[in-house]
Every structure is written in structure tokens, then in C-alpha cells.
């Protein structure tokens, strides 16, 4: 059954008229990889404070003012990264573009040789090879995105930086704020609240693992049990520091 949905899934998607619609239309960029990571540090880094200052002995207050301002400086310093970084790679792409122009308005033919042989080299030959070389040097814009992705294999339009901030700091606050949830809580009992966020914190760990695992192919199981593992191990070092601080100098 499940086998006979699918192929009539795959059958509907490669019909002539979605082919062409599919193809024609702006390429769609993924930021949800962005959100991953961003989710993955938020709830590990917020945690791990929770709990280094529940093992220093830290108020419920102070609890929540170091974690919150591990959220928003955190957050987005690590935002920040990230849109500089795609910002840089978007950059690349564009210098890479007014490159290849100039060569082409420069030197025409040797860029057509370029097309060429990149061609040749995927076991196109005469007649059709001609015809490929043709009709993507006759498109400059065309002709500018074949050498960009076959020659220096990068990608035809880079993605939003903007976007991608976003997408890192939404996550990183979002989940980051499942560690501090229960010490917001006035009417849990003060001897619960870190039993509590440890355990919110161990389903966020494993949800946002096995999302992981979704979007990269991998197993959702292992990637779930993965980052709850190292997750778990960060916030124990820091537990077990905040711990030992507390009884190295709390008298003092």
C-alpha cells in the first residue's frame, strides 16, 4: 500500500507540466538547517547554565537573569554569525559573477572552450556537443550560472543572510527558553523545578535531534539519541563545575 502511494506521488511529480513548472520557478533556499543549529545551541548553552547555577547553589532569580541574557546575547551574537557568514558567502558569489562576465566580455572563445570541455568531460560529443555549447553561450545569464556551478562549484544565487539570522535566532531563543521554563513557574515546588527542566530539556535534546536526522537523511533515532547525549554531557560538566565552585568558595 505504502509502495503504491508513493510511486503515484513520484508518478504525479514528474508529469511534463509540474517538470516545467518545478523548473521554471526561482530556486527555493532552505533555512531550516539554520534553525537546527540554532535550536541545538540554544537548548544546550541554556541549559548548561541552568544547570552550573543550580549546582553553585544560585537563586531561582539569578537563574533566570543569567539565563535570559544567555538567550539574547547568545542568540544573537550566534545570529549575527551566521548572517555574516552567509552574507560573505552570497559576497563570494557575486565577485565570482563579475568575474566570469568580465571573462566573457574579454575573452568570448576561450569561455566557450570552458563550456566545451566541461560537456565533453560529462560524454557529450559532436553534433549535440555543439548544439549544448550553443545554446547556452547564446544566454549570457545562462552562460554566467553553467560556469559559476560546473567550474567553480558554487551555487547560482546565494541565500538571504537576513533570513538566515532569523531563522538561527528564533530557534536558539525558542528552545533555548525550554531549559528556564520551569524557574518561571512561581507555583512549582522550588525542589522540583530542576527535575523538571532537566526533563523537558532531555524531549527538546531528542526532538530537535531527530529533526536533525530528518533534514540531513540520517537516522532519526540515532541523531535524537546523539544530541541528548551531548547535550546531557554539557550541561553535567557544567553542573558538576558550578558544584565544585559552590564548595570550593561558598564559605569563603
Not at 552550573?52 to 539569578?62: D, E, I, K, R, T
Not at 548572517?83 to 566557450?112: C, M, N, V
Not at 560524454?123 to 545554446?135: A, H, K, W
Request: proline fraction near 4%; aromatic fraction near 8%.
Amino acid at each position: 500500500m505504502a509502495d503504491s502511494l508513493l510511486r503515484s506521488r513520484l508518478a504525479a511529480e514528474h508529469l511534463p507540466n509540474v517538470i516545467r513548472q518545478r523548473l521554471s520557478a526561482q530556486p527555493r533556499h532552505d533555512y531550516l538547517a539554520d534553525a537546527v543549529l540554532g535550536a541545538v545551541d540554544g537548548c544546550i548553552t541554556t541549559f548548561a547554565i541552568v544547570a552550573g547555577s543550580v549546582g553553585a547553589g544560585f537563586s531561582a532569580l539569578v537563574i533566570i537573569v543569567l539565563g535570559f541574557a544567555n538567550l539574547l546575547a547568545d542568540g544573537f551574537s550566534m545570529a549575527v554569525s551566521n548572517y555574516l557568514g552567509t552574507k560573505s558567502e552570497r559576497e563570494r558569489i557575486d565577485k565570482a559573477r563579475r568575474i566570469e562576465q568580465q571573462h566573457i566580455d574579454h575573452f568570448p572563445e576561450g569561455e566557450r572552450e570552458e563550456i566545451r570541455q566541461i560537456f565533453e568531460q560529462k560524454g557529450f560529443s559532436g553534433t549535440v556537443l555543439d548544439n549544448i555549447v550553443e545554446v547556452i553561450t547564446s544566454n549570457p545569464r545562462l552562460w554566467i550560472n553553467t560556469m559559476l556551478t560546473e567550474e567553480l562549484g558554487l551555487q547560482a544565487q546565494g541565500r538571504h543572510p537576513v533570513r538566515a539570522g532569523v531563522a538561527t535566532f528564533a530557534a536558539f531563543v525558542i528552545v533555548g527558553l525550554v531549559p528556564l521554563l520551569p524557574f518561571l513557574l512561581p507555583q512549582l515546588d522550588p525542589r522540583h523545578r530542576f527535575v523538571i527542566s532537566c526533563i523537558s530539556t532531555a524531549i527538546a535534546f531528542a526532538a530537535v535531534g531527530i529533526v536533525k536526522g530528518l533534514l540531513v537523511g540520517r537516522s532519526p533515532i540515532r541523531s535524537g539519541v546523539e544530541t541528548l547525549l551531548t547535550g546531557g554531557a554539557a550541561a553535567s560538566l557544567a553542573y558538576f563545575i558550578g558544584a565544585w565552585l559552590h564548595q570550593a568558595y561558598g564559605a569563603s
